[in-house]
């Protein structure tokens, strides 16, 4: 990773630390949590090698990307991420459409990048989190209680202060290594007192102790709050996205997922997935991939398999263009 060249930029009233390396279309690769732009490196090297600049910013109030003040979610809504990267954009790449990567939140704002500014975008490879049109009736926080319980993990995020303190004296370090290992493919529980079990955490092959390290350097600095932040302005993206009630995604979209991922066994997302629900929703949406045995952290656990289809995906595209010209 040491040809990776590290940058900060002034974008959209916050300073963006971005990852980036590489000649040639733009790939911009957009993390979730608990991750950085770290989440990328095996995909960064690959597409890198392959005749792309690829560029992975930590979003905002993650890692060495500074955000609003720590008690304001309120300044973390899709309108304001998205905000932050079109403006990246409109700096490192103008008048140019880019490709798009994203995995969990970073899914959610590459989803949400597509509605607001599409004329941004070449073609999306999303990952673990489908698209879900809005639903005018029900608030997205109330849905999710009445579903999964007050112990559900997003429901568990919305105090602000209270899981953090939680996680503060179970330390950094292992809440990482036990978020990052999660295999369960069950609902998210996170017991009030006692979000964690005390079992020991046996690292995975694709998950190493310089890994976890990077990680918990940055979150000690940070702490939790702002990647928490994205989950509790939830409501708030419901109530400022009425104007996108019943759009649809107009990209070209690739979707990957793992069959162990907590998203893809939540209820009833199997179904909208395999069953045209997806599509009807996302008109462009080329294929979808359901990796076997692989959990929620995909682009890290099975790397070769997802460099692979991100590299075809785009490279159609790519070969297209030349061909054009």
Request: charged share 20%; hydrophobic share 40%; net charge negative.
């Amino acid at each position: 990773m040491e040809k990776v060249e590290h940058k900060t930029m002034r974008v959209n009233g916050i300073n963006m630390h971005i990852a980036e390396m590489g000649q040639g279309p733009i790939v911009l690769f957009l993390h979730g949590f608990p991750e950085l732009w770290y989440s990328w490196r095996h995909q960064m090297l690959f597409m890198a090698a392959h005749g792309y600049r690829v560029v992975a910013p930590d979003l905002r109030g993650f890692g060495d990307t500074t955000g609003a003040p720590k008690g304001d979610f309120t300044k973390f809504t899709t309108l304001h991420v998205v905000g932050d990267l079109v403006e990246l954009l409109n700096i490192i790449a103008p008048d140019q459409k880019v490709f798009l990567v994203g995995h969990d939140w970073g899914a959610m704002i590459a989803w949400a990048m597509c509605l607001y500014r599409p004329d941004k975008i070449k073609a999306l490879v999303n990952m673990s989190v489908p698209f879900f049109p809005r639903n005018p009736i029900i608030r997205p926080i109330v849905a999710l209680r009445a579903i999964y319980g007050d112990e559900y993990y997003i429901i568990r995020f919305q105090e602000p202060g209270e899981i953090e303190e939680e996680f503060a004296q179970i330390g950094t370090k292992t809440v990482l290594e036990k978020m990052l290992t999660i295999r369960d493919p069950e609902p998210l529980k996170l017991p009030k007192g006692k979000p964690f079990d005390d079992s020991p955490v046996i690292l995975p092959p694709w998950l190493t102790e310089k890994d976890v390290d990077y990680y918990a350097t940055k979150y000690e600095h940070t702490g939790f709050t702002g990647g928490l932040n994205y989950y509790r302005a939830l409501d708030l993206n419901w109530e400022l996205t009425a104007p996108w009630t019943g759009a649809k995604i107009e990209v070209p979209v690739k979707f990957i997922v793992g069959d162990l991922d907590l998203t893809y066994n939540s209820a009833g997302v199997k179904f909208y997935i395999n069953n045209g629900g997806l599509k009807k929703n996302v008109p462009l949406l080329e294929d979808v991939v359901i990796l076997k045995g692989v959990a929620h952290f995909l682009q890290q656990e099975k790397p070769d398999e997802v460099n692979e289809h991100i590299h075809v995906f785009f490279q159609s595209f790519s070969s297209s263009e030349t061909s054009a010209l």
